[in-house]
């Protein structure tokens, strides 16, 4: 680090993968053209996780790619034990490359005696020896306030919007399953040139079911519904199942990440979805690649450029839009 306390250009970049996600990073290191880093991560016999970086690192410009998604306290813990391993090589700087940061929606406390989630693991990856994070589409904004480190916080848009340009025109809705999503449906309508809309869910009284209305014009339109994950897929489907008793014509669905708990490849099977498009910031099962109705598109190029430029102590603000 110089005296101005920017990056210093020179560093081997070595990029390394725990088990989350290595097709994506396997994606990504082609893209940048360098080797991915050897690395062993196996189990003792009870369980835990071991580590052994095979390869020199001392001096090295590090970017570990590692998404916490499920088994997420599995992948959490090979991300810190390996941050640990590499800060113990000497590497000069870790960045940590999270596509998916999990335990992220208990970002504040909605009850009494409740934690949050997103600050602990946030102080647990500094605390390892993370010197940068790298992450896409956070569930909440303010998380990135959380670390006491550099946060570089990308966007899926020009990726999603790349998809949606070649699938719509300007007749198309972009809609909010929910009024939090309002602010990311209208930058993406602005962008399209296209309307936007909103699924207003109430629950009228306790244990009933929710009753939903839909803002904006949808009838004999294409509409898409757009959120940064889905998870059980219940609000997504109730969403659909809305729009199509509106009149929508074809309703397609864009997400960042596929968590895909629980039922929600069924609800997306039996439901009025026509597509549901996600990145590969969490890979997807057999049974949800195997899906008709689902399409994963890669962001490897959008990470790759953000280590370069990372790496090289070049701008990355581009990228955030």
């Not at 991300?79 to 640990?84: A, E, N, W």
């Not at 005696?113 to 693991?121: D, G, H, S």
């Given at each position: 680090m110089n005296l101005e306390g920017q990056r210093v250009v020179g560093n081997v970049l070595k990029i390394f993968s725990g088990n989350s996600n290595t097709r994506l990073?396997?994606?990504?290191?082609?893209?940048?053209?360098?080797?991915?880093?050897?690395?062993?991560?196996?189990?003792?016999a009870d369980g835990e996780i071991n580590v052994t970086i095979g390869?020199?690192?001392?001096?090295?410009?590090?970017?570990?790619?590692?998404?916490?998604?499920?088994?997420?306290?599995?992948?959490?813990?090979?991300?810190?034990?390996?941050?640990?391993?590499?800060?113990?090589?000497?590497?000069?700087?870790?960045?940590?490359?999270?596509?998916?940061?999990?335990y992220a929606r208990q970002d504040r406390k909605v009850a009494p005696?409740?934690?949050?989630?997103?600050?602990?693991?946030a102080d647990l990856i500094a605390t390892a020896g993370a010197t940068r994070v790298l992450s896409i589409d956070m569930h909440a904004g303010q998380i990135q306030g959380f670390f006491n480190v550099p946060f570089d916080h990308l966007y899926a848009m020009p990726v999603l919007l790349d998809h949606m340009r070649q699938n719509f025109g300007p007749e198309a809705v972009i809609v909010s399953p929910d009024a939090g999503g309002v602010e990311r449906a209208r930058a993406y309508g602005k962008r399209l040139n296209c309307s936007i809309g909103m699924i207003d869910k109430r629950r009228p009284q306790p244990n009933e079911a929710k009753v939903m209305h839909v803002l904006g014009e949808v009838e004999d339109r294409d509409v898409i519904l757009l959120?940064?994950?889905?998870?059980?897929a219940g609000t997504l489907v109730a969403g659909a199942n809305a729009l199509k008793d509106r009149g929508a014509r074809r309703i397609f669905a864009?997400?960042?990440?596929?968590?895909?708990?629980?039922?929600?490849?069924?609800?997306?099977?039996?439901?009025?979805?026509?597509?549901?498009?996600?990145?590969?910031?969490?890979?997807?099962?057999?049974?949800?690649?195997?899906?008709?109705?689902?399409e994963s598109i890669s962001i490897a190029p959008l990470i790759a450029e953000a280590i370069r430029?990372?790496?090289?102590?070049?701008?990355?603000?581009?990228?955030?839009?």
């Open positions: 990073a396997e994606e990504v290191v082609r893209k940048l053209d360098v080797p991915l880093g050897r690395a062993n991560i196996g189990r003792f390869e020199n690192v001392r001096s090295s410009d590090v970017f570990l790619i590692q998404s916490t998604c499920s088994p997420s306290n599995e992948n959490l813990m090979e991300l810190l034990i390996m941050i640990d391993a590499l800060r113990r090589a000497s590497a000069e700087y870790i960045t940590a490359v999270i596509p998916y940061y999990g005696r409740t934690p949050i989630t997103a600050k602990l693991v959120d940064d994950m889905i998870d059980t864009y997400a960042t990440h596929a968590v895909f708990s629980g039922p929600a490849l069924d609800r997306i099977e039996g439901s009025p979805l026509d597509k549901v498009v996600v990145t590969n910031s969490i890979p997807l099962s057999e049974r949800g690649a195997a899906s008709s109705k689902i430029r990372i790496h090289h102590g070049d701008s990355v603000s581009s990228l955030f839009v």
